[in-house]
């Protein structure tokens, strides 16, 4: 898939489908079938939406790493699980959930293949929804920490305008 589209600030919102938290427009589903992908911000948190394989995933857009343009990554194929492969250092991240996965070896027995292995959920993963041709993007339980959301926080964005300066 190509790079992202614009950074669209998604401020038009609505209800849950639970009546919970609210929802956010992200884009029209046409556009991002087309691009593949679309960058937003939903209540202040900077997301991807990414159609692949005819669904639709969101997950914040910043490797949780070293905070890489995981938005900028190659889709693949991991044993049957699409992941997003981050630019940066070659990271693999579910699409569906989060997971990071790694390659695992027994240095003890060269002869024996390499096996995938999960880390568990290491990136945030978004709900999204699509009502009458336009996409929503819910965003997950911020309470249950992720290490994707360092890069999110008032402490990395600081970080990030005394390097500016």
Not at 9 to 16: G, H, N, Q, V, Y
Not at 53 to 74: I, K, Q
Not at 103 to 116: G, K, M, N, T
Not at 145 to 158: G, I, L
Request: aromatic share 8%; charged share 25%.
């Amino acid at each position: 898939c190509g790079p992202a589209s614009a950074l669209l600030a998604a401020e038009l919102s609505m209800p849950s489908a639970d009546g919970g938290v609210l929802s956010a427009f992200v884009g029209k589903k046409e556009d991002v079938v087309r691009s593949g992908r679309a960058l937003a911000v939903v209540h202040g948190r900077e997301v991807v939406v990414i159609h692949h394989a005819g669904a639709f995933y969101a997950m914040d857009r910043l490797c949780y790493h070293a905070g890489g343009p995981l938005y900028l990554g190659d889709i693949e194929d991991v044993e049957g699980r699409q992941c997003i492969v981050c630019p940066w250092h070659k990271y693999r991240i579910t699409l569906a959930e989060g997971e990071g996965l790694y390659q695992a070896v027994d240095p003890r027995d060269p002869q024996r293949r390499a096996s995938w292995g999960s880390k568990g959920p290491k990136q945030r993963t978004h709900a999204v929804h699509e009502e009458s041709g336009d996409l929503f993007v819910t965003l997950s339980d911020l309470s249950l920490r992720r290490e994707s959301d360092y890069y999110q926080s008032e402490e990395y964005q600081q970080v990030m305008r005394n390097a500016k300066k």
